[in-house]
Each structure stands twice: as structure tokens, then as C-alpha cells.
């Protein structure tokens, strides 16, 4: 079974923070996506890579960045968190090239920016 | 941007009754793939349509990609207390990147036993 971890499930940090959320799957996995999901808004994209060290924008990356230094793990970056950002964000993966794999999803972290 | 449209927002149902999401795009969609969300969990992918016309059937649930590849549809028949959670449709427009899947905003059924 694919497994996608996230480093927390619930996480309370202060406004300007710096905050780091880490995804991590088990199954050699070649694309992972972060998503942010809010009532009524469904998710939405905010970056994605297809191989180590790629990356590109998704619908709302602002105020965000990414970090995939290994092939399993991909790393979501609050430069400076504020409350807009309080939201669940959720980690995905699929196999290979193109949209046609089904994504993995994570667990989720739940992130309260006060 | 590209979006993809997805009704009902909500949808309240007493068991045993079917139940319908319809997901809308407008434009031509390379694939659709339909995912469930169980209340406090994460979406777990169901099934993906990828041929004009095509319908799949999963126990009570069918369902469907449009002719013109630009509507797909959800049918639970006979509803459990199980199939409480939000279901969301995720399709990749024609022509846009190959990675990235739009997904709609969700359809939130609850059951009533």
C-alpha cells in the first residue's frame, strides 16, 4: 500500500513565522502535490513537482515555496505565515508522468496561523 | 483559470435513496477522476473515465463521462450510512499541463438512516 505522511496533523503557529511542512511517500513515487483545502472552496493547487528538484506553480502559490531535495519527500514553505494561511493543507503523490495516475493523498495538516 | 464546476454543494438524502453529482467543465477534458472524502479523513481516489461516452460501474456507484468530454456524473443507487462524505471530481483540460488535475469544489452528502 502507498503510504503519504505528514509531519503533523495539527499545527498552531504565530503570525511572521516561518513554517515548514513535510510530506514524505513510500512508493518511489514520482510526482507529489501540495493542496490547500477550505470550506466551500474545494482544493486547490498551490505547487507540484515531477522529479527531484522540479517544481511549478500551481493556482495559488503565493506567499508559499517548495523544497524536493529527494525523490520522497517534499517540503511546503510559509516564508511568513499570516491568518489567510490558516487553512488544512494536504500533501499528494502519483507515479509517474501525467495526470492519467491517481494521487495518494496524505492525512493532512491542519495549520492555525494566530 | 480553468475550472471545473461541480453540484450539488450539498445533498441530503434518507437511506435507501439515490443520489447524483454532476461535475461540469467548459472545456474539453483529457480525463476525470472522481475521489470521496470521509468526514475528518482525506480523498481517496475511486475511479477514472477517460473515453468519451464512458460508463463505470463500482457496486451501487456508475459513473459517467459526456459525449463532448466536458461532464461526468456520480450515482450512488440505494444510499448507506457509508457513503456519508464529500465526493469530488478532478479532471485535466486538454491541452493543459500534464501533471495538473482542476478539481471541482465537491458534493457533501449526508444520509439519514
Known amino acids: 500500500d502507498v503510504k503519504v505522511t505528514q509531519s503533523s496533523r495539527y499545527l498552531v503557529k504565530r503570525t511572521g513565522e516561518k513554517v515548514f511542512l513535510e510530506c514524505v511517500q513510500d512508493m518511489d513515487h514520482e510526482n507529489m502535490f501540495w493542496y490547500r483545502q477550505d470550506p466551500g472552496l474545494g482544493l486547490r493547487l498551490i505547487y507540484f513537482s515531477y522529479d527531484v528538484k522540479m517544481k511549478e506553480k500551481g493556482d495559488i502559490p503565493e506567499g508559499y515555496s517548495v523544497s524536493r531535495e529527494k525523490k520522497e519527500r517534499f517540503s511546503l514553505i510559509l516564508e511568513s505565515a499570516s491568518t489567510n494561511q490558516t487553512s488544512m493543507y494536504l500533501c499528494?503523490?502519483?507515479?509517474?508522468?501525467?495526470?492519467?495516475?491517481?494521487?495518494?493523498f496524505g492525512p493532512g495538516t491542519r495549520l492555525t496561523v494566530l | 483559470g480553468q475550472q471545473v464546476m461541480q453540484i450539488p454543494q450539498y445533498q441530503h438524502v434518507q437511506e435507501g435513496e439515490d443520489f447524483t453529482t454532476y461535475c461540469n467543465s467548459s472545456?474539453?477534458?483529457?480525463?476525470i477522476q472522481w475521489y470521496k472524502q470521509r468526514p475528518g479523513g482525506h480523498p481517496v481516489f475511486l475511479i477514472q473515465?477517460?473515453?468519451?461516452?464512458e460508463v463505470k460501474k463500482q457496486k451501487r456507484l456508475t459513473f459517467q463521462f459526456g459525449e463532448a468530454k466536458k461532464n461526468s456524473s456520480l450515482h450512488i443507487t440505494a444510499t448507506q450510512t457509508t457513503d456519508v462524505g464529500t465526493y469530488f471530481c478532478a479532471g485535466r483540460p486538454s491541452g493543459g499541463s500534464n501533471y495538473k488535475l482542476t478539481f471541482g469544489k465537491g458534493t457533501l452528502l449526508t444520509v439519514n438512516p
Open positions: 499528494a503523490s502519483s507515479l509517474s508522468w501525467g495526470s492519467y495516475n491517481e494521487q495518494f
Open positions: 472545456t474539453t477534458l483529457s480525463n
Open positions: 473515465l477517460v473515453k468519451s461516452g
